[in-house]
RNA sequence: GCCCCCGUCGUCUAGCGGCCUAGGACGCCGCCCUCUCAAGGCGGUAACGAGGGUUCAAAUCCCUUCGGGGGUACCA
């Protein structure tokens, strides 16, 4: 997932990073980062929250408590399916029988019983939940380990995070957060937590958290919510098929947000000057990889010829993809050729990885004739005629797109047929395929002996194509 | 089941009581350009989920309803 961040551009100020011999360290001055590493620091809030009686043991395990919360769904005599101290905290004696049983106990957030939470959200405004619904939550599992719950709460405090940015899908888990951070401050247990673990105390400029921001869920165009696995997924197969990053971070501003005067293409310096959480819309946003691939394709465009050089190499030396057209590092050669292509594919091309499908036929000596465009071109009226003729009168011209395309223009008159169907058997002689690059451009940078030997090739098959002859 | 969120063209959205016979973008369709495919230009298709209110006036406010999504874990 780092890694896919990464690529996108995405970067982060503090936190977890991969370095480039692949280990992980971190950056920041409020580590650790890893959660693995911060397990004292939580089990010391959890005694304190314990101690002070915020909390209580319940034994139950996960087992009993699924089958009961289906038999309260099911049944419906005893209310919803909320765990609330009221009717699940043992008396001491229970605890004390269970405990000589051998059986462990997690450690549950004592929530209030009833009344209302308001959580303020930036792109949501006020929700209210009441707390009856909302069940006691495990802060530290049976083992000792901490949830969650806990874990988040802590960190954000200890690290001073004062705006939580995150999905929609964890709103209604909220109030148990709000509720853990005013017990965390207001009674300075995690001040004295810090201090027993022997982590630095609270930078003084830390508040509390002051904001939060649901934002919406980008769903796929099942409607459904992307999850972190696909989506990270997904993020390595656009970089194979050549989407580039700024198309990416660009149209992902656009999921859920509008700029006030409503352009669409925005760069970085743009997306960071005016995009506003405040602004940002409340439904799910799907996402389309249509409207992706048509923005990659005008940034493609804007690209100079030489950066858009640098970045198709990798889809053409096996990096990116399976295609093995070039040598890695490219030879002076193959460059050249690369170099002449860019010119003619750019205002072509949606994605990066089209350029395997037109640099086959220049970089490699031999073509294959596509089937298709032979069915489709070799048998019309002409076929073989033009590329003969093309062969007679490419010989000896020089051999530029200009030249070549003032040969090919006397065609039409001499074999008595529109221009159109001599330049497409040519097209599919030469490129081996119906659709490619312009005729006269592509004929230039195939260079004439190789230019040919494929009309010279090509032409018994249009014959054959024709019937015989 | 219970709780929470959401509901404008197929999709992303603009709209925050009159400027809306609802605007833009992607897609789609047609035309122009044209050596193919693109690119570009021009035009078109298509939406306020439904029902009640409030108001002189509602996509915009309120209620109901329907629909979608999320949560309901000793996952995060």
């Given at each position: 997932?780092?890694?896919?961040l990464?690529w ?32 004292a ?54 605890l004390?029988?269970s405990?000589a049983e051998?059986?462990p ?10 009344g209302e ?15 009856a ?13 901490a949830t ?28 148990r ?9 207001g ?7 810090l201090?027993?673990?022997g ?13 939060f921001?649901?934002?919406p ?39 859920g ?15 960071v000057a ?22 990659n ?6 690209l ?19 295609a093995?057209l070039?040598?890695?590092?490219p ?11 860019v ?5 072509r ?27 489709k071109?070799?048998?019309?009226a ?18 530029t797109?200009?030249a ?10 001499e ?27 592509s ?27």
């Amino acid at each position: 997932m780092m890694e896919a961040l990464a690529w996108i551009g995405l970067d982060w100020d503090e936190g977890p990073k991969v370095d480039d011999d692949g280990s992980l360290t971190a950056r920041g001055a409020y580590g650790p980062y890893r959660q693995s590493e911060r397990s004292a620091l939580y089990a010391a809030v959890a005694r304190r929250l314990e101690a002070a009686g915020h909390t209580y043991r319940d034994d139950r395990t996960s087992e009993e408590l699924e089958a009961w919360r289906a038999a309260q769904r099911a049944g419906g005599d005893g209310g919803p399916p909320v765990v609330k101290a009221s009717t699940f905290e043992r008396s001491p004696e229970e605890l004390e029988r269970s405990a000589a049983e051998g059986r462990p106990a997690s450690l549950r957030l004592r929530t209030p019983e009833d009344g209302e939470v308001v959580v303020t959200d930036l792109v949501r405004g006020e929700i209210r939940f009441d707390w009856a619904t909302i069940s006691d939550p495990v802060i530290e599992r049976s083992d000792g380990s901490a949830t969650y719950p806990l874990a988040n709460s802590v960190d954000d405090l200890a690290q001073g995070i004062d705006l939580v940015c995150r999905g929609e899908d964890l709103l209604s888990v909220t109030p148990r957060q709000v509720l853990l951070h005013e017990l965390l401050l207001g009674e300075g247990l995690l001040d004295d937590a810090l201090a027993e673990v022997g982590l630095p105390a609270r930078d003084p400029s830390f508040g509390p958290v002051t904001r939060f921001a649901h934002l919406p869920m980008v769903v796929g165009p099942d409607r459904k919510k992307l999850s972190k696995r696909h989506g990270s997924v997904s993020v390595q197969e656009f970089r194979r098929q050549g989407f580039l990053p700024e198309t990416l971070r660009n149209y992902l501003a656009l999921l859920g947000w509008a700029p006030k005067d409503g352009r669409e293409r925005l760069n970085d310096d743009e997306l960071v000057a005016e995009f506003d959480l405040a602004a940002v819309g409340r439904s799910a946003a799907a996402f389309d990889v249509d409207k992706l691939t048509a923005f990659n394709g005008e940034r493609i465009r804007e690209l100079p010829a030489g950066t858009l050089t640098e970045r198709l190499v990798p889809h053409l030396d096996g990096t990116e993809g399976e295609a093995a057209l070039l040598s890695s590092p490219p030879t002076e050669d193959e460059l050249r050729v690369l170099r002449g292509l860019v010119p003619l594919v750019q205002e072509r091309m949606q994605r990066l990885d089209e350029i395997v499908d037109y640099a086959g036929p220049f970089l490699q000596q031999e073509v294959t004739l596509d089937p298709d465009s032979v069915a489709k071109v070799f048998t019309k009226a002409g076929s073989y005629e033009a590329i003969e003729a093309a062969e007679r009168v490419l010989v000896d011209v020089d051999w530029t797109t200009e030249a070549i395309e003032a040969a090919l223009r006397a065609l039409p008159d001499e074999l008595g047929i529109g221009f159109g169907k001599v330049a497409q058997p040519i097209r599919v002689a030469a490129t081996g395929s119906s659709v490619s690059p312009p005729l006269f451009e592509s004929l230039e940078l195939l260079g004439r002996e190789r230019s040919l030997q494929r009309l010279a090739a090509a032409a018994p098959q249009a014959r054959a194509a024709r019937g015989g002859g």
